[in-house]
């Protein structure tokens, strides 16, 4: 386990410095820039029967239908307030593109590698299992999130 954790936290210090950057209640997320496809206003979705409760449904972006994913419910936060639409973070994962449904859409920020820790001990359980390591900035925490990790979860509750 030391060692996984030393070689997520090798992994995401020779990442591009640079993530894009996304809320969720009041958690700040970034995910590499290099891992996002693109951002979007919110898109009419297609429910799927029987899906984990984490898929809020599919998307048709041009032609290709991407699996969104409520990160709300996936972090087991309250879901958001009414009239608020959410946004989608389209990501590449190994499976393909996955929309990240998300409150509000941040910058590109560049981070120093010197800033970045494991997640903290107090930080949410659910949230702590999504996150690789967080980056402390001037104001706030910027948590790393694990694409990989969230998206696999919620495809292994499809199966």
Avoid at 59 to 82: C, E, F, K, Y
Avoid at 96 to 101: E, I, K, R
Avoid at 106 to 135: H, K, S, T
């Amino acid at each position: 386990m030391a060692s996984e954790t030393a070689n997520s936290r090798t992994e995401v210090s020779k990442s591009s410095g640079q993530f894009s950057t996304f809320f969720v209640g009041d958690l700040f997320f970034g995910v590499d820039v290099l891992c996002v496809q693109e951002v979007l206003r919110f898109q009419q979705m297609t429910r799927v029967p029987q899906a984990p409760d984490v898929i809020e449904g599919l998307i048709n972006l041009r032609g290709q239908i991407v699996t969104a994913i409520d990160m709300r419910r996936r972090l087991a936060l309250p879901p958001r307030p009414g009239g608020q639409a959410p946004m989608n973070m389209v990501v590449r994962s190994e499976e393909g593109a996955v929309s990240l449904l998300v409150d509000e859409i941040g910058d590109v920020l560049e981070v120093d590698g010197a800033a970045y820790e494991a997640p903290p001990e107090n930080l949410d359980q659910a949230a702590r299992d999504l996150i690789r390591g967080v980056y402390k900035l001037k104001d706030r925490l910027l948590l790393v999130l694990d694409t990989e990790h969230t998206v696999e979860l919620a495809q292994a509750g499809a199966a």
